[in-house]
Nanobody, 120 residues
Framework: QLQLVESGGGLVQAGGSLRLSCAAS????????MAWFRQGPGKEEREIVA?????????NYPDSVKGRFTISRDNGKNMAYLQMNSLKPEDTAVYYC????????????WGQGTQVTVSS
């Protein structure tokens, strides 16, 4: 499995921006689909907010963040990113980087999470 470490979280005012980073190690990064999940306060489940294909050519977002969040990856640097713009208080959550080996059924590698807090 990949080892994943997130960074870049913090406190931001509504309407502001943050960029999260995810550093991967341990396996060939290019063989993993990458995604960002979040778990809001008091919520039991994690919600996927972005995913990106092996090459970075395709990305998917739920309606809740579409047009505001952008996922990207740099396979040469073993990095994934989440650019978050026009942040809203409801975006407050712990954000997790996750990796799914190509052909696998689930995300088997997870980071420790980074807190994002959006004040109104």
């Amino acid at each position: 499995q990949l080892q994943l470490v997130e960074s870049g979280g913090g406190l931001v005012q509504a309407g502001g921006s943050l960029r999260l980073s995810c550093a991967a190690s341990g396996r060939p990064f290019g063989g993993y689909i990458m995604a960002w999940f979040r778990q809001g306060p008091g919520k039991e489940e994690r919600e996927i907010v972005a995913s990106i294909s092996l090459s970075g050519g395709n990305a998917n977002y739920p309606d809740s963040v579409k047009g505001r969040f952008t996922i990207s990856r740099d396979n040469g640097k073993n990095m994934a990113y989440l650019q978050m713009n026009s942040l809203k208080p409801e975006d407050t959550a712990v954000y997790y980087c996750a990796a799914r080996r190509n052909g696998a059924s689930d995300f088997g590698s997870w980071g420790q999470g980074t807190q994002v807090t959006v004040s109104s």
